[in-house]
C-alpha cells in the first residue's frame, strides 16, 4: 500500500471525528505562518480546532510574496487581524546556504532554480524579518502580530522579541 493510499484510508476512518460543517471565515480570526516541518503539530501546539485559523505553511515559515497575498485574502475577505509565525529549532533552511542549495538543486535537475530558498544563519533574526515584512505591507490591517520558535526537541514555544 502506496502512503497515499494509506492517507486515503485514515480519512475514511478520520470522518468518525469530522466535526462538521464550519463558517469559511477563521473563528479566532487568527492567521498562523509557519514551516512545513513534519514535526510540528500546528493545530495541537497552538491549541487549535478546525475552523479556529488559517494556517499557511512552506520552507522556512517565510513571509514571501504568495505569503503576503494569501494574508491579503485571510484579512480582507475572512476577516482575520492577528497574525502568529512559528519557525523552529532545527530547520533544514538553517543548515544549508543559498549558493548550496541551488547547487544541490542544479546537480540533481540540471537547472539551477531562479528563485532563493530563503537560507539563513540567525533563526531570531529571520523571525524578526518576516514580522517587519508583515508589518510593511502596505495592504495589510494586521492589529497584531507575535513571532515565536517552537524546540523539535521538547514542544516549546517561545516568543522572539
Known amino acids: 500500500m502506496s ?3 494509506r492517507m486515503l484510508a485514515a480519512n475514511e476512518e478520520w470522518l ?10 477563521p473563528a479566532r480570526k487568527v492567521a498562523v505562518v509557519a514551516c512545513m516541518d513534519s514535526r510540528m503539530p500546528l493545530f495541537g501546539l497552538l ?8 494556517v499557511l505553511r512552506n520552507a522556512g ?4 510574496e504568495d505569503t503576503l497575498r494569501s494574508l491579503a485574502v485571510s ?10 509565525l512559528v519557525h523552529h529549532t ?3 533552511l538553517n543548515k544549508a546556504t543559498e549558493e548550496q542549495f541551488r547547487a ?3 546537480e540533481a535537475t540540471g537547472v539551477r532554480p531562479p528563485w532563493p530558498a530563503g537560507a539563513f544563519t540567525d533563526l531570531d533574526g529571520d523571525v524578526r524579518e518576516s514580522i517587519r515584512r508583515i508589518r510593511e505591507a502596505p ?12 524546540d523539535v526537541a521538547t514542544g516549546r514555544l517561545r516568543e522572539v522579541a
Open 16 to 25: 468518525g471525528e469530522f466535526p462538521g460543517p464550519v463558517p469559511v471565515a
Open 104 to 106: 544541490a538543486v542544479e
Open 3 to 5: 502512503e497515499i493510499d
Open 139 to 150: 495592504y495589510l490591517v494586521t492589529e497584531e502580530i507575535r513571532g515565536t520558535v517552537y
Open 47 to 54: 491549541g487549535l480546532a478546525v475552523g479556529d485559523a488559517h
Open 75 to 84: 484579512q480582507h475577505l475572512l476577516g482575520t487581524r492577528s497574525v502568529v
Open 61 to 64: 515559515g517565510l513571509v514571501t
Open 90 to 92: 532545527d530547520c533544514g
